[in-house]
Structures are given as structure tokens and as C-alpha cells.
């Protein structure tokens, strides 16, 4: 019947998709960029909190441990979990690199330490208690714990350092010249929301140096004394925020003025700024193997042999899957690309050979699922493709053999159009085709 073609198919869609580890049942609290301010910084709880992707084995090994340990520590100490996938800011934020990442956040919130210890029940409730202790201990001797961030007057939990002071004399040649990506506000020395803004805009300096390696800057221009700046850029009101990436207009930050808030849009920033993933041309089976295992998807081209596209042909094709590997470069995706017939058993597991070329195929290795591109091989129809995958639609199908397949060792492409192998080089200008026949005949 329709209903069950309708239900056989929606079971097949949703095999590349993924869901969180963790539910409202849970005593484990599921936390987003929306909640982490309210329940994690600004608490006076010790909160132990997993980072994690729903895709990664370790997470879904530690997903029973973590809930056992959430239910054991309940009313004492907090444990909670970040999809680190879905919202990967909030995880950038707290230089999370991979999967699951456990973090403390102890009497300084600002600073949460690593969690290093084993990943059974027992473990992390130990570790949790350990600091616990110590921050009772902590608050016993008199030392600052829990959320007196905020509380603060003047003084703040950044370093002034790490705002840069801008002038009419540096500001070009610092911002403007930059290759970073600059957050600048402009503020008057006698405005009472420059003054509210001050100790979160030092604190969020700090915070942001540290997360994006110094990739995103937060700047400061005394606005009553750079009249020029203020002039140049329409300043109006204080404190304005504007946001400078090289070569763009700069544009507005309408954002909360909380350290967090302000931390949050420099994390998306340095998100868009980070380089693409590096394209790669599969010349072993080591290239294959790193790619496909340590992402969630690798998206393989298997490109036309070089004597049917020369290389103004092939380079297009190269150009076209690196603008869609910058337009995902959020993802956590490898991306490869072979010729056609240089690695044949590739293609029969993937049922690529009878699609004709270019072809692609996206490949989840820890379900030994893929899809392949029906649409075509152009931005707009490599976009659709994806864009179904990165919400868990579009059909898929088993690798063939069920495991990655046998890779040959190739020679890298050189970057020349194909040369046809011949014994001799004929310059066919000199012969008569007709002679030729008569005497062979």
C-alpha cells in the first residue's frame, strides 16, 4: 500500500541522520548556546559537562556511564552534555578538538578544567566529588567561588592587554590590513553603558584570544578623541560595535553586550573564517582510511579520466568541489577525489561505473552507508545533494563488500593535460592516408 511504501522509505532516509544521546528522562541536563550562560556560568553548582557528537563511538559507549553517574551525583553535583556537533560554537568556545571532551567548571567558571580520568560510573563520580571537596574547601578559606562574575565593579575577569587601544594613527594598518577578523567598539569615557560594557568586553577579549588562537581581536577606539574614526564610520551613538573581516564592509554587532553574548558572535565569526578542508586526491589507502574514519561523512568525486576533460576541465571540476567544501567547511566532513578507473574496486562498491562521470558519493564509514549525487555535478546540484544528507534525507545504500574497499597506490596527478602512451612519436601531417591503406592492403 502507499502508506507502507511511504513508511519503508522514511526508514531508509533516515540511516545517514543522527540523533542526541540524551533525553528529557535523563538526569543528565542538555545544554545549548540558548541555556549555558543561565545554567552552567552563572550557577554556583559544580557542573561537569560532556561534549560530545552523536555520530562518535566513545560518546555513545560513555552515554550509559555518563547517565549512571548524572543519577548517582543528583542534587549534589551537575552533570550535563553539549551536542558539540549540532551547536559547534559553544564547542569552539571551549576548544573542544574531539569527541567526547569532559570538562569541570569549578569556582572559576571562566576557566573549567579537563576531565582526564576513566570512563566508567565510578570514575567520574569519584572526580566529581575530588573537586566538589576542593571547592568547598575553597570557599572555607575565604577564595571566590560561584557566580560572582557580572557582580563585579570596575575590575573584571579579563586582561586589559587583550583589548587593543585603536587610533586615527594604527587603525588602518591594524584592522583594516588585518587577515583577522577585528571587533571593535567605539565608546565615550563619560557614557554609563560604555562603563557596563567594559569589564565584559575585557573579560570577552581574553576569553576570545585564548579560543580562536588569536584569529578574532577585540579593539577599543575613544570615539571623543579619534573623531576621525567615529566620523569615517557614522558613529552615532555609544558604545557601538562593529565588526571588520578584510575586504568587507564592516557591519553592525546587535548582539547582547554580556562577555557571553560577545564571545558567542566572535565564535560564529572565527567559524566562518577558519580555512576549508584540504581537498585531497585518493593516492593510497591511508588517505582513504584517515578520511572516512576520522569524519562524519567523506564526500568522494570520482572525475572523468584527463584525456576526456584535459586539465581546464578537470581544474573546473576541482574548483566546484572545493566552493561546496567552504560552503560546508562547519561540517565535519572529509573530502577526496580520484579518476575514473584508477581505483576500480572504490567505484563497484559504490555502484559509481554505470553512472558515467563525474560522480559522487558521500560515505558514513562507522555505518558503511553512502549516498550517491542523482542530481548534477554543479554547485546548485552538489548543494541539494548535501543539504539532504546534513538533515538526514536522501536514499541510501550499503557499501558494497561492507567494508572500506582495497586502495591502489597511485602517482599524484601532475596538474598537465593526459598525453596519449605511444610507441613513437608520428607527425601525421607527413603521411598519406590513402598510401598507407593501398600498400597495407
Known amino acids: 500500500s502507499a502508506r507502507a511504501t511511504v513508511r519503508v522509505l522514511a526508514c531508509s532516509l533516515t540511516v545517514l541522520s543522527v540523533h542526541g544521546l540524551y533525553s528529557a528522562s535523563d538526569d543528565v541536563v542538555e545544554l545549548n548556546p540558548s541555556n549555558f550562560n543561565r545554567e552552567v556560568i552563572q ?18 559507549s560513555l552515554a550509559p556511564e555518563w547517565k549512571k553517574a548524572a543519577t548517582a551525583l543528583k542534587g549534589i553535583v551537575k552533570v550535563g552534555a553539549v551536542d558539540a556537533d549540532q551547536h ?175 564571545v558567542a558572535r566572535a565564535m560564529d565569526l572565527y567559524s566562518d573564517n577558519i580555512p576549508p578542508p584540504e581537498l585531497q586526491e585518493i593516492l593510497n589507502e591511508d588517505v582513504l582510511k584517515k578520511t572516512c574514519e576520522d569524519y562524519q561523512l567523506c564526500i568522494i568525486s570520482v572525475l572523468p579520466h584527463i584525456l ?40 563497484s562498491s559504490l555502484g559509481i561505473g554505470g553512472f558515467g562521470y563525474p560522480a559522487m558519493a558521500a560515505i558514513n564509514a562507522r555505518k558503511m552507508k553512502f549516498a550517491l549525487l542523482r542530481g548534477s555535478f554543479s554547485e546548485t546540484g552538489i548543494h541539494e545533494f548535501l543539504r539532504e544528507l546534513s538533515v538526514g534525507r536522501g536514499s541510501t545504500a550499503t557499501v558494497g563488500g561492507g567494508a572500506l574497499p582495497k586502495i591502489n597506490t597511485v602517482e599524484p596527478w601532475d596538474g598537465k593535460d593526459g598525453v596519449l602512451p605511444m610507441e613513437d612519436d608520428i607527425d601525421l601531417s607527413d603521411v598519406d592516408l590513402d598510401d598507407l591503406g593501398k600498400d597495407e592492403l
Open 43 to 60: 550557577s554556583d553548582s559544580l557542573w561537569l559537562v560532556e561534549f560530545y557528537a552523536p555520530w562518535c563511538g566513545h560518546c555513545k
Open 88 to 262: 559547534n560554537s559553544l564547542g569552539g568556545q571551549y576548544g573542544v578538538r574531539g569527541f567526547p571532551t569532559i570538562k569541570i567548571f569549578g569556582a572559576n567558571k571562566q576557566k573549567p578544567e579537563d576531565y582526564q580520568g576513566g570512563r566508567s560510573g565510578q570514575a567520574i563520580v569519584d572526580a566529581a566529588l575530588n573537586a566538589l571537596r576542593s571547592l568547598v574547601k575553597d570557599r572555607l578559606g575565604g577564595k571566590a567561588g560561584g557566580s560572582d562574575y557580572g557582580k563585579q565593579s570596575g575590575g573584571g575577569a579579563g586582561n586589559k592587554k587583550d583589548v587593543v587601544e585603536l587610533t586615527d594613527d594604527n587603525f588602518d594598518r591594524t584592522v583594516l590590513d588585518s587577515d583577522d577578523v577585528w571587533m571593535v567598539e567605539f565608546f565615550a569615557p563619560w557614557c554609563g553603558h560604555c562603563k557596563n560594557l567594559e569589564p565584559e568586553w575585557k573579560a570577552a577579549a581574553t576569553e576570545v584570544k585564548e579560543q580562536t588562537k588569536g584569529k578574532v581581536k577585540l579593539g577599543a577606539v575613544d570615539a571623543t578623541v579619534h573623531q576621525g574614526l567615529a566620523s569615517r564610520y557614522g558613529i552615532r551613538g555609544f558604545p557601538t560595535i562593529k565588526i571588520f573581516r578584510k575586504g568587507e564592509e564592516p557591519e553592525d554587532f546587535q548582539g547582547g553586550r554580556t562577555r557571553s553574548d560577545i
Open 308 to 347: 576526456d576533460t584535459g586539465a581546464s576541465g578537470r581544474n573546473s571540476y576541482l574548483e566546484v568541489m572545493r566552493t561546496m567544501a567552504d560552503k560546508y567547511k562547519k561540517k565535519t566532513w572529509g573530502w577526496l577525489w580520484t579518476e575514473a578507473g584508477a581505483q576500480m574496486d572504490l567505484e
